[in-house]
């Protein structure tokens, strides 16, 4: 069975830190690119940070460049979101993702919710 489990999110202050984290199981995961979307009320999900299977590298939106690192450990099947500096337009409930590309298959975890406000 194959899961994705977000954990991490909550209420933080403007400036703040949050470490997110998708813990996975029920699939090869070192065979996946992961990455981290948000969908905040009203609109649209959309792609904040991409991994590739190996970790060798990463892509950022232009919103969180400077910010938000990506990160995997293939040994954990776990991937990571560290956030700095956030902002309340950083608010959302952010979803992990996990895509193959040969044999195309993906999946979502459930999300979890990052509230920035004072």
């Given at each position: ?8 999110g ?9 470490r ?5 199981s ?18 649209e ?27 995997r ?9 560290q ?22 298959r ?13």
């Amino acid at each position: 069975q194959v899961q994705l489990v977000e954990s991490g999110g909550g209420l933080v202050q403007p400036g703040g830190s949050l470490r997110l984290s998708c813990a996975t199981s029920g699939f090869t995961f070192s065979s996946y690119a992961m990455s981290w979307y948000r969908q905040a009320p009203e609109k649209e999900r959309e792609l904040v940070a991409a991994i590739t299977r190996a970790g060798d590298s990463t892509t950022y939106a232009d919103s969180v460049k400077g910010r938000f690192t990506i990160s995997r450990d293939n040994t954990k099947n776990t991937v990571y979101l560290q956030m700095n500096s956030l902002k309340p337009e950083d608010t959302a409930v952010y979803y992990c993702h996990a895509r193959r590309v040969i044999n195309p298959r993906d999946y979502w975890g459930q999300g979890t919710q990052v509230t920035v406000s004072s």
